[in-house]
């Protein structure tokens, strides 16, 4: 028996609520999102995608990975960003059940791959800090792009995962999502059928990913540290520490408000929790990570003034 998704679904799309129901906030939250925060995020990690690409000295495994973090970031933000301004200034915000199935499965796709990113990441610090000596032969071009090649892909198969378990859901009651986005938790209230597989799935996948990747950070940083200690310069210490700083904030900031975001919500209140902990790990840090790496970084300032003086002359 063939099976489609509408025959799957006995509904045809989804009512996006948004991030707010009150009418007084949906002008200034549109001007602040398009403005502060949609177009910072787009401009800036495009600035740094073209910045590492323009820039010879950039060519570095540290700026490979730094350009797909700010790729990855520019995507995810695309996936679902545009339909959520669109909820703003729309009064009823519908998205197709397709449509629905698509965004969640792109968001899945590049939320999952930065986590992996942000770990290759920690481990390419080890291996400056930790074997400087052994530092081009390990984190060899071949070795970094395989790397990424695995980012990718485990995002690949964890939004398979996550999608394919919602595809095979029925939704007959309600179509309303109480959220600015086709996600996991907001989806499943709406289903008629048992959500106990893509519960169980959605732990497992989601559980997997972030032991895997936060021991290897862990780790990855625990070795940092203890190299640290041992260093007999003050200024190879601060230079260390300095490399990986940024990378500090950024791995705090994701998954930080993406545990808070993805606490499982079991009241209205916290379902409205879980809304405002998602626009942290959803709208800013994508927003903030381009700003991190470049005001505390002296490669890519370096990197500005020197594109600057180019496009001048």
């Known amino acids: 028996m063939q099976l489609t998704m509408e025959n799957n679904s006995l509904i045809s799309g989804f009512v ?6 009150q009418p007084e906030l949906q002008l200034p939250l549109f001007l602040l999102f398009l403005v502060n925060t949609y177009m910072v995020t787009v ?3 495009l600035s740094l995608m073209n910045l590492i690409c323009l820039n010879s000295n950039l060519h570095t495994p540290m700026y490979f990975f730094l350009f797909n973090l700010s790729f990855i970031d520019f995507c995810y933000s695309m996936v679902f960003t545009p339909k959520m301004l669109m909820s703003f200034v729309l009064e009823k915000n519908t998205i197709s059940f397709r449509g629905c199935m698509a965004q969640l ?4 796709v590049f939320v999952n791959s930065e986590s992996y990113v942000l770990t290759a990441m920690a481990y390419d610090r080890y291996v400056a800090i930790c074997k400087p000596l052994m530092y081009k032969v390990v984190m060899s071009p071949n070795i970094c792009c395989l790397l990424i090649f695995y980012s990718y892909l485990m995002g690949f198969v964890s939004a398979m995962a996550h999608t394919g378990c919602m595809i095979r ?3 007959c009651d309600s179509n309303i999502i109480n959220h600015y986005m086709c996600d996991i938790f907001p989806l499943l209230p709406l289903s008629c059928s048992s959500t106990y597989v893509n519960e169980l799935v959605s732990s497992v996948v989601v559980g997997t990913a972030i032991i895997l990747c936060c021991l290897i950070i862990l780790i990855s940083y625990a070795m940092i540290l203890s190299n640290i200690v041992h260093m007999s310069s003050n200024k190879g210490c601060s230079k260390a520490l300095g490399t990986c700083g940024s990378h500090i904030i950024t791995v705090s900031l994701f998954y930080v408000t993406g545990l808070l975001a993805y606490v499982k919500p079991s009241s209205a209140e916290t379902v409205g929790q879980g809304k405002f902990f998602s626009v942290f790990y959803t709208l800013l840090v994508p927003m903030l990570n381009p700003l991190i790496y470049s005001l505390r970084n002296k490669d890519v300032k370096l990197a500005v003034r020197k594109t600057w003086k180019r496009i001048r002359s």
């Open 43 to 45: 401009m800036g990690n």
């Open 169 to 171: 859901l029925s939704f």
């Open 105 to 108: 499965f792109f968001f899945c």
């Open 16 to 21: 996006i609520m948004g991030l707010t129901d």
